[in-house]
Structures are given as structure tokens and as C-alpha cells.
Nanobody
Framework: VQLQASGGGLVQAGDSLRLSCVASGRTFSSYAMGWFRQAPGKGRDFVAAISWSGETTHYADSVKGRFTVSRDNAKNTVYLQMNSLKPEDTAVYYC?????????????????WGLGTLVTVSS
């Protein structure tokens, strides 16, 4: 599975962005998908995840209520809708795919990673 994230950019605090991650391959619907982010000088943090069916989602406390993860298996795409953005949301955002994950918040559970897209939120 190859992943390509897009949709990042420079926005102001309070604005919205929608990230997309397109997957190649026919087995996209078999994978749980996750979004992670890495701020400058920091480690990679879990943001959100969605089950293969889309029925189950999970969010980091820092984005709960502001971000929404969704997927369209017919388009091999997972989305991250980000609202009410804050300067602390500034990071490179990565999408990842996990065939089986005991815990979706652990980046070691993911099998494939995209290259990331930069989100910069100015105050």
C-alpha cells in the first residue's frame, strides 16, 4: 500500500483545513487508517484513527471535538477535517495504514506511511 497525503497549507488560527490521503492498491478497505503529526523538534504524535469499515474512530484529546476523521473506501481515501485550528496544531501530518493494530495510538502498529503534508497555523 502506498499512501499520499495532501491538503496542508498555511492558515490562520480558527481556520479549517481538510487533509486527504489516497492509497494505492486494492486492499485499502482492509486497513485501519491513522493520522499522526510531528511538530518541529518533537516526536510523532497520534491524532486520529478510523477502522477499516469507518464505524469506529478514535481521537487524541488535543483534537477531540475539532478534528474529524472519515474514509471513502470506494475512493481509497481517508480524510482529516480540521476545524478551529490552533498554532499548536502546526506540524507535518502523516497518514498511515495498519492491517492489524492492537492499539491505534501506537505508531509502531502501522505498516505503511505516507510522506506527510505540512500544516502551519499562524496566530
Amino acid at each position: 500500500v502506498q499512501l499520499q497525503a495532501s491538503g496542508g497549507g498555511l492558515v490562520q488560527a480558527g481556520d479549517s483545513l481538510r487533509l486527504s490521503c489516497v492509497a494505492s492498491g486494492r486492499t485499502f478497505s482492509s486497513y485501519a487508517m491513522g493520522w499522526f503529526r510531528q511538530a518541529p523538534g518533537k516526536g510523532r504524535d497520534f491524532v486520529a484513527a478510523i477502522s477499516w469499515s469507518g464505524e469506529t474512530t478514535h481521537y487524541a484529546d488535543s483534537v477531540k471535538g475539532r478534528f474529524t476523521v472519515s474514509r471513502d473506501n470506494a475512493k481509497n481515501t481517508v480524510y482529516l477535517q480540521m476545524n478551529s485550528l490552533k498554532p499548536e496544531d502546526t506540524a507535518v501530518y502523516y497518514c498511515a495504514a495498519a492491517y492489524y493494530a492492537k492499539t491505534v495510538v501506537d505508531d509502531h502498529e502501522y505498516d505503511y506511511w505516507g510522506l506527510g503534508t505540512l500544516v502551519t497555523v499562524s496566530s
